[in-house]
């Protein structure tokens, strides 16, 4: 059982970009981490080799990209963590978590299918739920004018921001200043 501090410090370590504490009863969280994608299997390594398992994998597209979250849980102590990752819409691409959690496979294929996000490695990439010949734009992408902005979503608890692109990332519209 490896402790919150520890999975944090771990975290700001390798290089998080933006790391948070959440109140488990409100947000189901205890931590989250965005980090470079480059850090996604090692930080999932690590994860898995501290007990925790891979809950979940979602997508959620946003002004600055699509902000992809993998949700991990240690059965043993209460809470979730949660690492993000967010990735460009003109190349959004991942490595896949299918060699380190077999489960990432159908999460990582659905994902693809609706988002258009690619998983590279994942050993089964064919479509989950579209047809075989389903070819166009991924069903579930939005118009530009109708995407929120990564401020606006109250997703990072109380961050703690590490790389300083991300500061603009996260300040909230009503706290920027006024042209």
């Known amino acids: 059982m490896t402790s919150i501090e520890s999975l944090e410090n771990r975290f700001r370590q390798a290089g998080a970009l933006v790391v948070s504490r959440h109140d488990f009863k409100r947000d189901g969280l205890v931590l989250s981490a965005v980090i470079p994608a480059s850090l996604l299997i090692q930080l999932a390594r690590g994860l898995r080799d501290d007990g925790q398992t891979l809950l979940d994998l979602s997508v959620l597209e946003v002004k600055e990209g699509f902000l992809v979250t993998y949700h991990f849980d240690d059965f043993n102590q209460p809470g979730r963590v949660a690492l993000r990752v967010l990735v460009d819409?003109?190349?959004?691409?991942?490595?896949?978590?299918?060699?380190?959690?077999?489960?990432?496979?159908?999460?990582?294929?659905?994902?693809?299918?609706?988002?258009?996000?690619?998983?590279?490695?994942?050993?089964?990439?064919?479509?989950?739920?579209?047809?075989?010949?389903?070819?166009?734009?991924?069903?579930?992408?939005?118009?530009?004018?109708?995407?929120?902005?990564?401020?606006?979503?109250?997703l990072f608890g109380k961050p703690q921001i590490l790389d300083p692109a991300w500061a603009a990332l996260l300040k909230a519209p009503q706290d920027q200043p006024e042209a």
């Open 89 to 154: 819409h003109e190349d959004p691409r991942l490595p896949s978590l299918c060699s380190i959690y077999q489960g990432a496979e159908w999460h990582e294929r659905e994902s693809s299918d609706f988002f258009g996000v690619v998983f590279s490695g994942n050993s089964n990439p064919i479509a989950l739920i579209l047809p075989d010949d389903f070819s166009g734009r991924p069903p579930l992408l939005k118009e530009e004018r109708d995407l929120a902005a990564l401020s606006s979503l109250g």
